[in-house]
Nanobody
Framework: QVQLVESGGGLVQAGASLRLSCAAS????????LGWFRQAPGKEREFVAG????????YYADSVKGRFTISRDNAKNTVYLQMNSLKPEDTAVYYC??????????????????WGQGTQVTVSS
């Protein structure tokens, strides 16, 4: 059973930075794609960033490109989302997700097999 546990959310002012972590356990993730999604109140869950565990290729939503960076630590089985220059519109619950047998980053939430419980990020203006 795959488990994903997010941490690192919080309340910050616009322009600040946060780093989210997603600790993965339960199996080897060498063939997985890991992604970050977010969901604001009243909105659909949207793709933020993704990374292929083996090889490390990444992909970002246009709204966060140049501000957010996704990375992974193989030894710790952890994926990170470094978020810089945060804006009020980045406010949402952020979820980590894992997709089996991914050769490229998937942007559709329905293609992910496992999800974490989410962590709240609130950016004040």
């Amino acid at each position: 059973q795959v488990q994903l546990v997010e941490s690192g959310g919080g309340l910050v002012q616009a322009g600040a930075s946060l780093r989210l972590s997603c600790a993965a356990s339960g199996r080897t993730f060498s063939s997985y794609g890991l992604g970050w999604f977010r969901q604001a109140p009243g909105k659909e869950r949207e793709f933020v960033a993704g990374i292929i565990w083996t090889g490390g290729s990444t992909y970002y939503a246009d709204s966060v490109k140049g501000r957010f960076t996704i990375s992974r630590d193989n030894a710790k089985n952890t994926v990170y989302l470094q978020m810089n220059s945060l804006k009020p519109e980045d406010t949402a619950v952020y979820y980590c997700a894992a997709s089996q047998s991914s050769l490229r980053v998937r942007v559709m939430a329905s293609l992910y097999d496992y999800w974490g419980q989410g962590t709240q990020v609130t950016v004040s203006s």
